[in-house]
């Protein structure tokens, strides 16, 4: 009875009005303390350095918990950050933090992992599809198989649409197929800890060792313990990696590693970093909620030592063409 | 006995001093959009967690399946919007119903087979997280609802002062705070008050005891793990409403939480004892230290570092005054 | 070693639970401690033992020139200085064998490892004393409450004190075992030690005390009195703190002609009762004597249904019924039951009294389904007069009461439920005497209302005053009837008879 | 009172009454359905799956991973037998091996000193936990739950997300060997139930800690000082998830901070299960490490059948419960 809704304003910057270079303080959130995003932090600062922001920032602290993540992220903003790269710990809500955020007028990148769905409620999302990751990686595997035989997949938390994505990549390399490599089982929920991977490799080898020809891991705990648990079985069985971890790169150039697939965390800081900054003084996104791939590498023993170079060069490709495609300044 | 010997009244202390620590070192806690109304949602969903516990607490039992009981409710919350487009109170209405309906079956496993209830809603956790993932698997094709019924929207995000009449708006509280009242109120009562809560109680302080004083023992365990269930079925609720979506991850972490803000709040592991209201401040002060020592930007690290730190120098805190009390000869 | 007290203090809050006391224990004396529930002899005996620590007062060890003034702050110290104590309460680690417990408290050993075979010497030395023969491996949670209390009876000699307290050592031991345990007081005084003895039972500290203090709210109101100057009137004026009148119960008469309110018809249990025939008239006090072990408790708890009733009819007001629960029982029969296990059943510990005494009568009290903490006070203010059960408050947990006012909490709650039929198990054992004669009066009272009773006491003189009939139990089977002649003499000698499965008619009631 | 009553006295004993003698006795039963299961359930996943399980290979994969579960269910048991529990050991075990790798990868020394040092750092942590409790008076699960956050903070700190590797090929190689078919590790394990066993059933201090969990006011009236029980139990706890945590880096060869992030549950499950409650006053050896081989065996079932992910919880959730239903229905049928 005469009780009406406020129009939502906004908070800070954005809303029009422009900010300059040394207003900006940008934070980069992963969704937890992991291997792959520490790339972030060199990157960002970098960046931020050369485009003379205020300040760039790498916070871990989510602890892979969304709730938690909220909580970082609206701690950030009240201390006055104004634009976020935000790796969502569950892609599947994680377009209501983007809303909340953006409503406030703060400039929000999905960096690392794009949300679930078909909409993105962030400016831009700049990530490895991780679909089309997981897609690659299988097929390095049944390339390293020699195109026939049974492949194992270890993956990490199956109740997460990321995971759904990396099972159905590898589901769709295997079944291209043609019926020539099966896909004998699919192992979840074992990179919570190193342990609980190692033991489902050991218990995996133990069972049908003699029958896996390939191994195809989308997460590190599992890359990780698959590496090792093969070559300490010196079973003839192709593991295939996710990441550049130093411990799994070194499995590479040894031998044991047949193959990984990196992604490209550093182009993610630097050019969600650059474009952020843009979007804060006063450039639009010429379609909001692109969805922008960083790039993902396959990488074997012939090419461990220059796939950084490759990864650098889709990184300046990735800048040019947000200067030039996708933000209208 | 003086006011200051009451155990909740240390709790409000050491929660003010923290305010107090937290604000001067950074003005930005009191921010009212940025921490404060955040604040607020974190509570309200923590404390309403904290009483689903305390539920199965009173009877000195455990429900190790909050989290997966209230990823259920929250499923069929989400399977009423989806599918057959319900208006928002309905499913919550329906994931009250399967919270307390699956909360029963833990009770009456209990009751039928005197198997400690750690076990069985440890067992039921593992059931319910297979379960939770095929239903979302069979009915959401992955694992999360994308549907979102009116109204959903505004009680995620809104506060009463985004609600006018006239000149005057309401506080700035989010629309989920009086879901979380409600609860207190209704788990405030119904053990303080009615003979059903109270004869959990007994049945919680000795359940021999209350067998020989004619009490319906099972039908209480029965009815107090309904009642954790319900309670974890409205926090499942709450958070995906706060989430924004309802996911198969919901009430993922709601274990240690679950059981920290009763225990902070003065409720018994053993059973016998609740405090509804001291539930409340012991969410509140756990949700107080991780929002201040978020502001304060620590590493990763130094975070968890921290966190166990002032929780032990803030509780240790609250001894003092319980020393000082028992020195006066007050009974707690 | 003579132990002095002067003017002790013990605060608990709300109470001053001793306010003042002196005592004075010398070598080779049998001491009485007496007084009524919550009188402080525990508390007292608490103090002496370094469980408390005394608030004010002092105590000094030794003869007249070499006293030393003691503080304990622990068991180990009182223990260390030869004092050594049996609780009112059991204090024993369920799952520890006999012996294990009997030796705890100095757990004989070998470069860190417990020597067994030492531990169990020890255990079947001190068992010996009592003329024991228990199994020393066995679990103490595996005993009856009988052998539990032998069982602490024998640890506290295991240390070999000066000075031994024994606090209602004889609450649940049948009258054989008191007497070797008796014995061994005597050998003990005969060899100079002292023993303080708590009792309520006022025959065995005619039989066996020396000297007597009595304690009245917290004060010694006789300090070190010799028995033979007193009478046992005297002792229990000292107590009461008046004259104290023995009660006189009037003849009663028993209408038996309309349908019993309680009867069980050829019963049999899953425990092993068989063919059991019993029935209990409105206004009726019916006896069930036995032996300790001889299935009563367990014939109720089947009737009430916390075992279960196997075959045979039970009826209440001549219809046949089938009681799941004790809340069954109540709410749809209206049968009470006084449990003999006041500890574990009786009350909630950890619970405050108000709660204790409402928790049969919730439904009663709510008001839309709302039980407001007034009327609960009110109730258990009604039975703190009724019962003189002495506390500090209504918000008190009932673990802080004394020994036999949480007895009287027991039974208060289900004299609040009002309930037309009452089971009462053991009502008595660790009440004072003035209460137990204000609770006959209350039970005879109660059947004059209507009630039928059905009271379960091992106390026979308790039974002869009470009972209008008496049914004796001898292994699960009840053996015989007796109309109660109340003539304590003739009714105690048929009994017996029938206790031992004999029968009783070829011997006529001495009228 | 006459004395002729009582001729016939013990008449019944032996059959005495009482709800705890039923604890006492379930133990046993407990231990022995649990053992039965176990070995029901393994005659079933040999039999099923052709023998594969008897296979040298397989056998030692089963045992190496059931190592880490038995000493963490125990370093568990330990606080349970006083009543305490201990939310820390996984991030414990977790601090401990981070300690160890880090000591011999970044410091340089040799397992032989990194180890100990280890073991340190887990004793010295349990005797933090004891002593908190002790003196601050705070619900120890309160305490433990704040531990748990530091000691998860430092095992974080120590080497951020890295995973150490290569740090000892010697120790991993012992790690991994095995004697007789039995693996080193698992060795280690069942030598470390032995001595808890032994401690437990025939040591002084043992003893007193069951005491003091049994009947803590029994215990203080018999001269046992409780405090003392409660740091020493979390001092024990504390170690044993060291050796738990020594064990993990004996046996993986590589170790990083997510090292016990997956242990609570499994750590109060593998006790409770094997019959011990949470009061206090009651241990199984025997029961926590057959309670783990059990769940050991729910993992293996899982690879040897390449159950549907999906479904692998609700078969989990089935069989723990089942267990304990077989051996409560048991206990409650003969008594
Ligand atoms: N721990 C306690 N806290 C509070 N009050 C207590 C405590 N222990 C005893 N009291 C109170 O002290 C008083 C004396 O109790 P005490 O146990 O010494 O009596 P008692 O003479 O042994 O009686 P009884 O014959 O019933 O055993 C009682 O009023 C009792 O309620
Ligand atoms: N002192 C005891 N010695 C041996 N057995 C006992 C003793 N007390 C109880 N029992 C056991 O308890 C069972 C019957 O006890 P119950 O309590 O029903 O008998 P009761 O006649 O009520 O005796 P009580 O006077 O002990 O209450 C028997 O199986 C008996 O073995
Ligand atoms: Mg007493
Ligand atoms: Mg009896």
């Known amino acids: 009875a005469g009780c009406s809704k406020r129009e939502a304003g906004s908070a800070t910057g954005g809303d029009g009005s422009t900010l300059s270079a040394s207003e900006i303080k940008v934070a980069l959130v992963p969704g937890g303390p992991h291997p792959y995003f520490q790339p972030w932090k060199d990157a960002g600062a970098e960046e931020g350095k050369e485009l003379g922001l205020s300040e760039v920032t790498f916070n871990e602290t989510a602890g892979w918990d969304q709730t938690k993540q909220n909580d970082v992220l609206s701690s950030l903003a009240a201390q006055g950050y104004n634009a976020f790269g935000i790796f969502g710990v569950s892609p599947e809500n994680i377009n209501s933090t983007f809303t909340d955020l953006t409503d406030q007028g703060f400039q929000v990148a999905s960096l690392a992992s794009c949300p679930a769905g078909d909409e993105n409620k962030a400016a831009f999302c700049l990530a490895t599809d991780v679909e089309v990751a997981a897609y690659r990686a299988a097929q390095a595997a049944i390339e390293a198989m020699g195109g026939e035989g049974s492949l194992v997949h270890l993956t990490g938390n199956r109740v997460d649409s990321n995971t759904q994505r990396r099972i159905a990549g590898v589901e769709k390399a295997v079944s291209e197929t043609g019926g020539k490599v099966e896909l004998i089982q699919t192992v979840t929920d074992i990179d919570v800890d190193l342990q609980s991977a190692q033991r489902a490799v050991a218990d995996l080898l133990a069972a049908k060792g003699g029958d896996i020809d390939g191994i195809v891991t989308t997460a590190y705990n599992p890359a990780v313990a698959a590496a090792e648990g093969v070559k300490e079985a010196g079973l003839p069985i192709k593991v295939v990696a996710i990441d550049d971890d130093p411990s799994i790169i070194s499995g590479v150039e040894e031998g044991s590693v047949a193959a990984t697939v990196t992604q490209n965390p550093v182009g993610q800081a630097k050019v969600g970093t650059y474009a952020l900054s843009k979007l804060l003084e006063g450039c639009t996104m010429k379609e909001p909620g692109v969805a922008v791939d960083s790039g993902s590498f396959v990488v074997t023993s012939d090419n461990v030592a220059t796939y950084d170079d490759e990864r650098s060069a889709k990184t300046d490709e990735l800048m040019t063409a947000f200067q030039d495609d996708y933000l209208s300044c | ?332 | 070693m003579r132990v002095r007290c002067s003017q002790l203090v013990k605060v608990f809050p709300g109470v001053r639970a001793l306010d003042g006391v002196d005592l004075d224990l010398r070598p080779g004396t049998v001491h009485a401690l007496l007084g009524e529930n919550g009188a402080g002899k525990s508390t007292l005996i608490k103090v002496l033992t370094g469980v408390h620590r005394a608030d004010g007062g002092t105590v000094t060890l030794g003869e007249d020139g070499e006293t030393r003034t003691v503080a304990f702050s622990r068991p180990l110290d009182a223990q260390a200085a030869g004092i050594g104590v049996v609780h009112q309460e059991r204090n024993l680690v369920p799952s520890f064998s006999v012996a294990e417990n009997i030796a705890l408290q100095a757990l004989p050993r070998r470069a860190g490892v417990v020597d067994r075979a030492a531990v169990r010497d020890l255990a079947r030395r001190c068992l010996a004393q009592l003329d024991l023969d228990l199994d020393v491996d066995q679990p103490v949670a595996e005993l009856s409450v009988a052998h539990m209390q032998l069982v602490e009876i024998a640890k506290a000699l295991a240390t070999d004190s000066q000075v031994l307290l024994l606090d209602e050592p004889t609450a649940s031991l049948t009258a054989d075992e008191a007497d070797r345990l008796y014995a061994v007081v005597r050998r003990l005084r005969e060899q100079g030690h002292v023993v303080v003895l708590v009792t309520h039972k006022l025959e065995e500290v005619f039989a066996i005390a020396d000297v007597v203090t009595v304690l009245r709210d917290g004060r010694s109101v006789a300090g070190s009195v010799p028995l033979a100057t007193l009478t046992r009137g005297d002792v229990v004026d000292l107590m009461v703190g008046r004259a104290h009148t023995e009660l006189e119960l009037s003849e009663r008469s028993v209408d038996r002609a309309g349908t019993p309110a309680l009867e069980l018809r050829g019963v049999s249990t899953s425990v092993g009762h068989r063919g059991i025939d019993l029935a209990v008239h409105r206004g009726e006090i019916v006896g069930l004597y036995g032996l300790v072990g001889a299935g009563r408790s367990e014939l109720v708890r089947a009737l009430l249904g916390l075992d279960s009733v196997t075959g045979g009819e039970v009826l209440v007001d001549g219809d046949a019924v089938t009681i799941r629960s004790v809340g069954d029982a109540l709410r749809r029969h209206r049968i009470g039951y006084v449990t003999e296990n006041r500890k574990e059943e009786g009350v909630f510990l950890t619970q405050n009294l108000a709660r204790n005494v409402a928790v049969t009568v919730w439904d009663r009290l709510a008001r839309f389904g709302l039980v407001r903490d007034r009327d609960e006070k009110d109730l258990l203010a009604t039975y703190r007069d009724r019962l003189g059960i002495r506390l500090s408050g209504p918000d008190q947990l009932a673990g802080q009461l004394s020994g036999g006012n949480q007895q009287k909490i027991s039974l208060a709650k289900w004299l609040a439920a009002d309930c037309s039929v009452l089971v009462v198990d053991e009502p008595t054992v660790g009440i004072d005497v003035r209460t137990k004669a204000a609770f006959h009066e209350l039970i005879v009272e109660l059947a004059d209302q209507g009630l039928a009773i059905l009271l379960i006491t091992s106390d026979l003189p308790e039974m002869v005053t009470l009972a209008d009939r008496v049914a004796v139990m001898h292994e699960r089977r009840i053996t015989g009837e007796l109309l109660n002649s109340h003539h304590y003499t003739s009714m105690s000698a048929q009994v017996i008879r029938l206790v031992h499965g004999e029968s009783a008619v070829d011997d006529p009631p001495a009228a | 009172m006459s004395t002729v009553l009582d001729e016939d006295m013990g008449a019944g004993a032996g059959q005495g009454a009482g709800a705890s003698r039923r604890t006492a006795l379930s133990l046993h039963r407990t231990e022995l359905v649990l053992a039965l299961v176990a070995v029901a359930g393994f005659g079933v996943l040999a039999a099923t799956t052709g023998g594969n399980i008897l296979q040298p290979g397989t056998m030692q994969a089963v045992l190496q991973f059931l190592a880490v579960p038995i000493v963490v269910g125990l370093a568990q048991m330990v606080v349970l037998s006083v009543g305490q529990m201990n939310l820390s050991v996984g991030a414990l075990t977790g601090l401990c091996a981070m300690a160890a790798a880090s000591l011999m990868a970044d410091s340089g020394l040799t397992p032989w000193l990194a180890l100990p040092a280890a073991l340190l750092v887990g004793a010295l942590a349990g005797l933090v936990n004891g002593t908190l409790v002790v003196l601050t008076r705070i619900n120890g699960f309160i305490v433990t739950l704040a531990t748990m956050s530091v000691i998860s903070g430092l095992r974080f700190s120590i080497n951020g997300t890295g995973t150490y590797q290569d740090y000892s090929p010697g120790l991993v190689r012992l790690g991994r060997a095995d004697v007789l078919g039995l693996p080193v590790v698992f060795l280690v394990a069942v030598a470390t139930a032995v001595l808890v066993w032994f401690f437990f059933a025939r040591c002084v201090a043992g003893r007193m800690l069951l005491a003091s969990g049994g009947n803590p006011f029994a215990a203080r009236l018999s001269g046992i000082s409780n405090d003392r029980s409660v740091v020493l139990a979390h001092l024990l706890s504390g170690l044993l998830a060291a050796v738990a945590g020594v064990l993990v880096v004996a046996l993986s060869g590589s170790v990083n901070a997510s090292v016990g992030d997956d242990l609570l549950l499994p750590s109060f499950a593998a006790p409770i299960i094997g019959g011990v409650v949470l009061t206090g006053g009651v241990v199984s050896v025997l029961g926590t490490c057959l309670a783990a081989f059990i769940v050991r065996l729910v993992d293996v079932a899982q690879a040897q059948y390449g159950i549907n992910p999906r479904w692998v919880d609700l078969v989990v959730g089935a069989v723990v419960l089942g267990a304990v239903l077989v051996s409560q229905r048991r206990g409650k049928g003969s008594s």
């Open chain 2, 1 to 332: 006995m003086p006011w200051w010997a009451n155990p909740r009244v240390g709790l409000v202390v050491v929660i003010a001093v923290l305010v107090l620590g937290f604000s001067s070192a950074r003005p930005a806690f009191l921010d009212v959009e940025l921490t404060l109304v955040p604040l607020q949602r974190d509570i309200a969903v923590f404390a309403v967690v904290g009483l689903a516990q305390l539920a199965a607490l009173s009877l000195g039992h455990m429900n190790l399946a909050v989290g997966r009981m209230a990823a259920l409710a929250a499923f069929s919350a989400g399977l009423c919007y989806d599918r057959f487009g319900a208006p928002l109170v309905v499913g919550l209405v329906v994931a009250l119903v399967v919270g307390a309906l699956v909360g029963a079956l833990a009770g009456g496993i209990i009751t039928a087979t005197g198997v400690n209830s750690f076990v069985v809603t440890l067992a039921l956790d593992f059931g319910l997280l297979g379960v939770v993932a095929l239903l979302y698997d069979r009915f959401a094709g992955g694992v999360a609802f994308s549907v979102r019924p009116p109204g959903l929207d505004a009680l995620r995000s809104d506060t009463f002062s985004d609600y006018c009449a006239g000149s005057v708006c309401g506080p700035p509280v989010p629309l989920l705070v009086p879901f979380a009242l409600v609860a207190l109120l209704a788990v405030g009562l119904f053990f303080g008050r009615t003979r059903q809560g109270r004869e959990i109680l007994m049945t919680g302080s000795s359940p021999r005891a209350a067998r020989a004083s004619g009490i319906p023992v099972g039908r209480r365990i029965v009815t107090a793990h309904a009642l954790s269930g319900l309670l974890a079925g409205l926090a499942g609720f709450m958070l995906a409403t706060a989430n924004g979506a309802f996911s198969a991850s919901i009430g993922e972490s709601f274990l240690l939480p679950s059981f920290l803000a009763p225990v902070l709040g003065g409720t018994l592991l053993a059973g016998g004892a609740v405090s509804a209201f001291g539930t409340v401040l012991g969410a509140t002060l756990t949700s107080v230290i991780q929002k201040g020592l978020n502001l304060l930007q620590f590493e990763a690290d130094a975070l968890q570092i921290f966190i166990g730190v002032v929780l032990v120098v803030a509780l240790s805190l609250d001894r003092i005054r319980q020393v000082l009390a028992e020195r006066r000869g007050v009974r707690p």
